[in-house]
């Protein structure tokens, strides 16, 4: 039962241009949306967040839009680095006995070329 | 930045035998948790634990599994009889009010 889902295993981009990262869920209690970055060999690092009553929120070069109607969430990031290179994972929290647990998406594989 | 540490980087272990993972949280976090990833696949939950005592857990989270905070600092993961299939890593995190997870880096379980 694949909640979250990340359609795309990997994704290829030039230095400078937008990198747009997709997600979808399919379970219409989750309300709290979140991307991480993660590295070889590190543990997920929080990148950006959302609350089911927002549909952007922006932080730097990246953006995280949220459209509740198409259970579909994506990250922006514009101009996409070499340092950006990384799998990026969504989740979403549902909020069951208070203890947010996520439920991550598969991840997508950014490579950012110079 | 404070953050999650878990030890060891790396542990292997022979089939049948216990493991203990380490981690400890960030000191004013209240929420922890366990999350686990095979090579190549999705991060998956393990289980969360707040106020002494498991709040929730996945099917994966069966009776070889179980978690103690033995201290003030410090969240455990103990695997009572390995098996091949629990080679994977690792990953502790842990929360405040309001605030992300926040994960460690990870201990890779090789079981031979």
């Known amino acids: 039962d694949q909640q979250v889902k990340q359609n795309s295993p990997s994704l290829s981009v030039q230095e400078g241009r937008i990198s747009i990262l997709n997600c979808d869920y399919t379970?219409?209690?989750?309300?709290?949306f979140l991307w991480y970055k993660k590295y070889p060999a590190e543990g997920p690092t929080f990148l950006i967040s959302?609350?089911?009553?927002?549909d952007k929120n922006e932080d730097g070069r990246f953006t995280v839009f949220l459209n509740k109607s198409a259970k579909h969430l994506s990250l922006h990031i514009v101009p996409s680095q070499p340092g950006d290179s990384a799998v990026y994972f969504c989740?979403?929290?549902?909020?069951?006995?208070?203890?947010?647990?996520?439920?991550f998406g598969t991840g997508t594989r950014l490579k950012v070329l110079a | 930045e404070p953050e999650v540490t878990q030890t060891p980087s790396h542990q292997v272990t022979q089939m049948g035998q216990e493991v203990i993972l380490r981690c400890v949280p960030i000191?004013?976090?209240?929420?922890f948790y366990w999350y686990r990833q095979i090579l190549g696949q999705k991060v998956e939950f393990l289980v969360s634990?707040?106020?002494?005592?498991?709040?929730?857990k996945s099917e994966i989270f069966d009776d070889q599994f179980s978690v103690e905070r033995p201290d003030g600092s410090n969240f455990t993961l103990k695997i009572r009889s390995t098996k091949l299939e629990d080679s994977a890593m690792y990953f502790c995190?842990?929360?405040?009010?309001?605030?992300?997870?926040?994960f460690g880096n990870g201990t890779r379980l090789t079981v031979t």
């Open positions: 379970n219409s209690m989750f309300d709290y």
């Open positions: 995190a842990s929360r405040g009010i309001p605030s992300p997870l926040h």
């Open positions: 000191s004013n976090h209240l929420y």
């Open positions: 634990f707040y106020n002494n005592e498991i709040s929730e």
């Open positions: 959302i609350s089911s009553i927002k």
């Open positions: 989740a979403a929290s549902v909020d069951s006995s208070g203890t947010y647990k996520y439920i």
